[in-house]
Nanobody
Framework: VQLQAFGGGLVQAGGSLRLSCAGS??????????MGWFRQAPGKEREFVAS????????YYADSVKGRFTCSRDNAENTVYLQMNSLKPEDTAVYYC?????????????????WGQGTQVTVSS
């Protein structure tokens, strides 16, 4: 499966952005994959942000974004979303989406086989 993340940009602290991750394949095929969002800031290691189960019933968030970010999905449209509210300068990073076949997502990057290219999110203070 091929993934494409988009929706990043420059926003002031306290603002919002919504990232999207579109997957290739037959319509509805996305529903077989648990999905995750990760990010990597300059000079830092990649870190887990959020994940959502294949059905959308289960979500999991890093403590740093809990209560501010919401992960959702539309399997009919093969798309996963990351709504980011109350953004902080420390949220600045390249954000990546990833897919894991038949899983419920989770925070371990090694569990994801497919990765999209990143989208830059920059939060100014």
């Amino acid at each position: 499966v091929q993934l494409q993340a988009f929706g990043g940009g420059l926003v002031q602290a306290g603002g919002s952005l919504r990232l999207s991750c579109a997957g290739s394949g037959p319509r509805g095929a996305f529903g077989n994959y648990g999905m995750g969002w990760f990010r990597q800031a300059p000079g830092k290691e990649r870190e887990f942000v959020a994940s959502i189960s294949w059905s959308g019933a289960g979500t999991y968030y890093a403590d740093s974004v809990k209560g501010r970010f919401t992960c959702s999905r539309d399997n009919a449209e093969n798309t996963v979303y990351l709504q980011m509210n109350s953004l902080k300068p420390e949220d600045t990073a390249v954000y990546y989406c990833a897919a894991s076949f038949g899983s419920n997502g989770g925070g371990d990057a090694n569990g994801y086989k497919y990765w999209g290219q990143g989208t830059q999110v920059t939060v100014s203070s």
